[in-house]
């Protein structure tokens, strides 16, 4: 695996979580388009913020070796991110309307 390759599977888990979460929390949902847009900025501003602490995806193929748990823990801030986002989002939508 490449770094470009975690990086877009990252974005596809920040995406699928925002959907899913959307899907069983109603209140939050923004449409399919609106939470695959909230899970892409989402999980990329967390991973981005969060990944030089060590499990950005070039520390996960450091020296062509692939680091399962770094790559585990790069996951897991996607799907927060993806969540957190879609959460974010809904609440500054309702304080604007």
């Known amino acids: 695996m490449t770094g470009t390759l975690i990086s877009l599977i990252s974005i596809f888990i920040g995406i699928i ?14 449409g399919f388009t609106g939470n695959t847009l909230v899970g892409v900025f989402g999980s990329i501003f ?12 070039w520390s996960i193929m450091e020296n062509g070796t692939f680091h399962s748990s770094l790559f585990i ?11 957190i986002g879609l959460i974010v989002t809904k609440s500054v939508s309702k304080k604007l309307n």
């Not at 967390?46 to 995806?57: D, I, Y």
């Not at 823990?73 to 969540?83: A, M, R, T, Y």
């Open 17 to 30: 979580a925002a959907n899913v979460f959307g899907y069983l929390k109603k209140q939050y949902s923004f």
């Open 46 to 57: 967390l991973v981005k913020s969060f990944g030089r602490l060590g499990f950005n995806p």
């Open 73 to 83: 823990i790069n996951c897991l801030v996607s799907v927060l991110g993806g969540v």
